[in-house]
Structures are given as structure tokens and as C-alpha cells.
């Protein structure tokens, strides 16, 4: 059952599809009623180190082309964190699945805080959700124990079965996955798992691992998948190959969700010619030699799928 939303800034997005019938009509108009579209920023200098000193009016934010007033803006801290954590336990990860047990487990007790929770998912031919959201690391630990390698590999299943998840609950949504990229028999495909990530307003870290055998070879394919989702989650990739790697994938994604920034706003437009609304947030007020990046969710769209 959907949660309700809290103090107006997590409302969910209702929507109509309205047709039009005049010759200067387009044949579809996407009619949304929004309260507040929220967007999770984050900044970062040359370095990849989060910046969290902005303020307000460091920001501008656009939907669509148009230039839109931000109504909220907050330090992301003090919201709850809901992670849903997936670990690939194909055969072609057998050689570094202890490794990243070992470095999630880290990662859960370095982020976690009473107000948080994680989930738990393996996959392989199967998704399982092996802890549900919880805050308690004793029973994440116990869950990361009980992790077994499978066979085959169906990723775009849990990542849409993460979004489903991650999509009810309020505050920050995040998706940390870990695998190396391949996917031999997921039931969705990859729009499906696109679309179930940005409806859930879900933000996908992919830590990739690089098989250490030569002869486990490398998925290229569903390694740009990742990177591609990633990219327009908000989120981030990294490369591993090592337990040092790992870790320090881990490092920069706690360091990031510690220092992201909330901007919400009521759009200006009510109706389009597209269900998806695309996002554009820039910063100002930095030195310009400084060679900063920014990265949001790159829109979201006016009504659900399912």
C-alpha cells in the first residue's frame, strides 16, 4: 500500500490523457496535475568531491525549456535514505563475490542511521529479496551471510523489481547495484527497467565489477546500460577490480548522499505534447575555471505505466 506523502514536498504525480479533436490540435495532450516535482542534486568538483556550500541561488532549474521557480530548497541530510542494495551472484562474479559482501557489509554500517533502511536483493537467474527495509545492521549483516552464488543472470529483473520496491516509500531513493554487467535471462528488458527506475524517482549507483579471470570476459553491452541509467538516474558508475576499488566506490557514494541538494518546484506548464518532461538544472556563482559537474534526473514522466 502507498504511503501518504509528508509535508507536501512527496506527493505522488497524478495524470490524464486528454485528446483534442481541433485541425490545430496536436492529437495527444499530456495533462499534468503536480503539487511539487522534486529533483535530487548533485555537485561535484574537478576532483569528483561533493561541493555543499551552495545555496538557492546558485541554482536555476528548467522543465522542458522553461525556466521554473523553485519553491524548496534543502541540504538532502535530514531526510530518510531508503537503499536497495543488489549483488550479482551469477557464476561469473564467483571469484569476487566475497569481496563484495565483504565491502557492503562496510558500506550498510557506514551509511545507515535510525532513520534509514536498506534492502537486501541477490540475483541471479532469480531476484530474491533477501532482507527487506530495515535499519537493524545485525539483520543485514545476517542477510549478507546467507547470500548464495546461482547460474544464469537476470539483472534488468532486479533492477525493476528494486524500482518497484524503492517507489512507495518517501524521502531519498537509491539503488546501489553490483555486478559485471551481464544479463542472460531477465523477464523485463531494458526500457522496462529504465522506465521503472524514473517513475520511482529512484537514483542507481552501478559498481562494475571487472571479472578477474580473463576467460569470464566482460559484457560491454550491459555495461553501457548501467552507465547509461546511471547517468540519467542522477546517479553514478564506477569500475572495481580490486577490494581497495570497492571500497572506495562505496566511500563516494555515502560521501554523495550525505551533500545532495533538494530543489522542488510546481511546473509552470500543465499541458504537453510528451508524457516525459525533461529537467535541466544548472549552477552559478562558481569560480569559471573550476571544472564542476552537475547530475539530476533528467525528467519524469506525467503518468505511470502500471
Known amino acids: ?40 542534486v548533485t555537485v561535484t568538483d574537478e576532483h569528483g568531491a561533493p561541493i555543499a ?14 525556466d521554473q521557480r523553485i519553491s524548496v530548497f534543502d541540504k538532502e541530510s535530514a531526510l530518510p535514505l531508503s537503499i536497495v542494495l543488489a549483488v550479482d551472484t551469477s557464476l561469473s562474479t564467483r571469484k569476487d563475490l566475497p569481496l563484495e559482501l565483504a565491502s557492503a557489509r562496510r558500506f550498510a554500517h557506514a551509511i545507515l542511521r535510525p532513520i534509514d533502511a536498506l534492502s537486501l536483493y541477490q540475483f541471479s537467474e532469480i531476484v530474491n529479496e533477501v532482507v527487506p527495509f530495515t535499519s537493524d545492521l545485525g539483520r543485514i549483516d545476517h542477510g549478507v551471510d546467507r547470500i548464495r552464488m546461482g547460474a544464469a543472470t537476470a539483472m534488468y529483473d532486479a533492477l525493476y523489481l528494486g524500482a518497484q520496491a524503492l517507489e512507495p516509500r518517501q524521502g531519498r531513493k537509491v539503488m546501489v547495484i553490483i555486478t559485471d554487467g551481464g544479463d542472460t535471462m531477465s523477464k523485463v528488458d531494458y526500457k522496462d527497467a529504465v522506465r521503472a527506475a524514473e517513475e520511482a524517482e529512484a537514483i542507481l549507483y552501478s559498481i562494475i565489477v571487472v571479472p578477474i579471470e580473463a576467460s569470464a570476459g566482460r559484457d560491454t553491452g550491459g555495461e553501457h546500460a548501467l552507465i547509461q541509467l546511471s547517468n540519467d538516474t542522477g546517479g553514478k558508475y564506477f569500475y572495481a577490480k580490486s577490494l581497495p576499488q570497492l571500497d572506495d566506490a562505496f566511500r563516494q557514494i555515502s560521501d554523495e548522499l550525505r551533500t545532495q541538494y533538494m530543489l522542488a518546484y510546481y511546473p509552470s506548464q500543465r499541458l504537453s505534447d510528451s508524457e516525459f518532461r525533461r529537467i535541466q538544472v544548472t549552477v552559478n556563482g562558481l569560480p569559471a575555471s573550476s571544472n564542476f559537474k552537475v547530475r539530476h534526473r533528467i525528467g519524469y514522466y506525467s503518468s505511470k505505466s502500471r
Open 1 to 40: 500500500m502507498r504511503q501518504a506523502a509528508t509535508a507536501g514536498l512527496f506527493l505522488f504525480l497524478s495524470a490524464a490523457v486528454c485528446l483534442t479533436s481541433g485541425a490545430q490540435e496536436p492529437d495527444t495532450t499530456f495533462k499534468v496535475n503536480v503539487k511539487l516535482v522534486n529533483v535530487f
Open 53 to 66: 556550500s551552495l545555496k538557492k541561488d546558485n541554482f536555476e532549474l528548467q522543465e522542458d525549456g522553461k
